[in-house]
């Protein structure tokens, strides 16, 4: 059974940085393009930063100078370290991982607020 686990959301204020993580039970993400998705109430989920098996990566961009997506292939996860948080970047965090199939994980709140 796969299994995508985020940890690392919670409350902080704006300028501060957050480090999320996707851990994976069920499937290799090598073998898989990671991503990250995030959904802000009253509006549609949407990619936020995307890494692919060949090592591209890929930022929407409104974090693109501000988040970093990479994979840890020991500890099977998919992380997305960000920095410089704004009060915008609210919203539940969800990753996923795309090939044969796609898996989501639960997500992940993020509350950036003083």
């Known amino acids: 059974q796969v299994q995508l686990v985020e940890s690392g959301g919670g409350l902080v204020q704006p300028g501060g940085s957050l480090r999320l993580s996707c851990a994976a039970s069920?499937?290799?993400?090598?073998?898989?393009?990671g991503a990250w998705y995030r959904q802000a109430p009253g509006t549609r989920r949407e990619l936020i930063a995307r890494?692919?098996?060949?090592?591209?990566?890929d930022y929407d961009p409104s974090v693109r100078v501000r988040f970093t997506i990479s994979r840890d292939d020991e500890k099977n996860t998919v992380d997305l370290q960000m920095n410089n948080l704004t009060t915008e970047d609210t919203a539940v965090y969800y990753c996923?991982?795309?090939?044969?199939?796609?898996?989501w994980g639960q997500g992940t709140q993020v509350t950036v607020s003083s």
């Open positions: 069920g499937i290799q993400l090598s073998a898989f393009s």
């Open positions: 890494l692919l098996t060949t090592g591209r990566a």
């Open positions: 996923a991982a795309a090939g044969p199939n796609v898996y």
